[in-house]
């Protein structure tokens, strides 16, 4: 049994039912962070039931006003409505917030924290912290050292989101979807706006009608400017769904104000902190999903050259990253593990 510590936190997990909560609990557990006291949060439909914690069986608790108290780190992932409502109700009672949905990510007082890039905004916290898009974190991590050495100026990004970044039911509907298709029989969707067995659509968030770019892009553009602090980056990005389980990929092309080497690159990733060069041409074997679920590193592959740029300025990458890990509950326990106040308890 699990040596408890007097100074470790209390741990409230607002969303535990979900996909990313289930991953929260995971990702604590093979870390070893350590937890005094884990409080499950859901809704009134999963009070009762219980989960499984470090072999111990504990009670989901419905999520009200009084669940954060002597509550000291509380990680949301049950949306932005429930985010924004509960996450001040949880720093007015002592509790860090490090929220993964989009509620706070632009709000200047509030740190949006990939923590391979920016730790140091941690400190700088006034009772939230918030986790940044799936998409944007899968992009960032690895273009980061990039950026350090040889500054960015443009960047174009295609994604192929899974359905994991839509949650459980999204995930359910796959699996349901595709086997009703292979059956023969008909499947009305009712988590996503389109048929998803064997399709793939614009991203299910809202479209702006005068920019025409959904929501998950505008949230990378936003989102990659903040992190990066760096307000002219141009950032161009098309995000669509995939009839894929888990784990996001994504085709980048970068354009640096220096000239820049596939070299350069290997050997600027190869060093990088949460990546790892997948990257055989002659085995024509580079990222896939498949390989990245379950994993916490960002893949990168299909390093080369941008042809339709002569300068040498660009290049081209494939990347793919589980997005209820790094895209989600793992970058929530890093910045978790990272807290000032842990660091000096």
Request: hydrophobic share 45%; aromatic share 6%.
């Amino acid at each position: 049994m699990e040596t408890l510590v007097k100074n470790d936190p209390v741990v409230a997990i607002a969303g535990v039912t979900g996909a990313v909560g289930a991953e929260f609990i995971a990702t604590m557990d093979r870390r070893g962070f350590p937890v005094r006291k884990l409080k499950p949060l859901a809704s009134n439909r999963s009070a009762g039931k219980t989960i499984d914690f470090r072999g111990q069986k504990v009670v989901i608790e419905e999520l009200n006003e009084r669940s954060f108290e002597g509550v000291d780190i509380a990680l949301f992932s049950a949306g932005s409505g429930v985010s924004k409502r509960f996450a001040p109700i949880a720093v007015k009672a002592g509790a860090v917030v490090i929220d993964n949905s989009s509620a706070f990510r632009m709000d200047p007082n509030v740190p949006l924290v990939i923590p391979e890039i920016n730790a140091s905004r941690i400190r700088e916290h006034k009772g939230i912290i918030a986790v940044p898009n799936c998409a944007a974190i899968t992009a960032l991590v690895p273009l980061w050292p990039i950026h350090q050495k040889n500054r960015i100026k443009r960047v174009i990004i295609s994604t192929y989101q899974a359905a994991s970044g839509a949650g459980a039911a999204a995930m359910e509907e796959l699996v349901e979807s595709t086997r009703a298709n292979l059956n023969g029989q008909v499947y009305t969707p009712k988590v996503m706006p389109h048929p998803y067995a064997f399709n793939l659509f614009n991203h299910n968030t809202a479209v702006d009608p005068e920019t025409g770019y959904n929501d998950e892009e505008t949230k990378v553009i936003k989102e990659t400017r903040k992190i990066f602090e760096d307000d002219r980056i141009a950032v161009g990005v098309t995000c669509v769904r995939v009839p894929v389980l888990r784990a996001h990929c994504e085709a980048i092309t970068f354009e640096c104000e220096k000239p820049i080497s596939e070299d350069q690159v290997r050997t600027l990733l190869a060093a990088a902190p949460g990546v790892r060069i997948v990257d055989d041409r002659a085995g024509n074997y580079f990222p896939m999903p498949i390989d990245a679920s379950g994993q916490d590193d960002v893949l990168v592959g299909r390093i080369r050259k941008d042809l339709s740029d002569p300068s040498g300025h660009s290049i081209s990458i494939f990347v793919a990253a589980d997005q209820l890990l790094k895209g989600a509950a793992l970058n929530a326990v890093q910045i978790a593990e990272l807290l000032p106040e842990r660091v000096m308890a």
